[in-house]
């Protein structure tokens, strides 16, 4: 069985920071595209930043300058730094990855998502 598991939500303070964390568990030979994505009460849900296997970027324009999104292919890891905080960040955050796993003999690609992480920005 394979998940994602997120940690490193909470509430900060505007202009704070906050590092999330994404790990991957359970029969992973590999892991293709990751990526964060947000949900904001009342909206759909976005995507935030995405990362490649081979370490290329692409960020939404309110993450741009302010969010950085890296991985460790060693612990099947997404990380997301986020700073220069902004009561508009606030939201459920979620991790999303592209897995290939093992079956006995057989491989599997699928995409699966973390439970979310809450992030609040407030004074």
């Known amino acids: 069985q394979v998940q994602l598991v997120e940690s490193g939500g909470g509430l900060v303070q505007p202009g704070g920071s906050l590092r999330l964390s994404c790990a991957g568990s359970?029969?992973?030979?590999?892991?293709?595209?990751m990526g964060w994505y947000r949900q904001a009460p009342g909206k759909q849900r976005e995507l935030v930043a995405a990362?490649?296997?081979?370490?290329?970027?692409n960020y939404a324009d309110s993450a741009k300058g302010r969010f950085t999104i890296s991985r460790d292919n060693a612990k099947n890891t997404v990380y997301l730094q986020m700073n220069s905080l902004k009561p508009e960040d606030t939201a459920v955050y979620y991790c999303?990855?592209?897995?290939?796993?093992?079956?006995?003999?057989?491989?599997?690609?699928?995409?699966?998502w973390g439970q979310g992480t809450q992030v609040t920005v407030s004074s």
């Open positions: 359970g029969r992973i030979l590999s892991i293709n595209g």
């Open positions: 999303n990855a592209k897995i290939v796993s093992s079956s006995g003999s057989a491989s599997y690609l699928n995409n699966y």
């Open positions: 990362i490649t296997s081979g370490g290329s970027t």
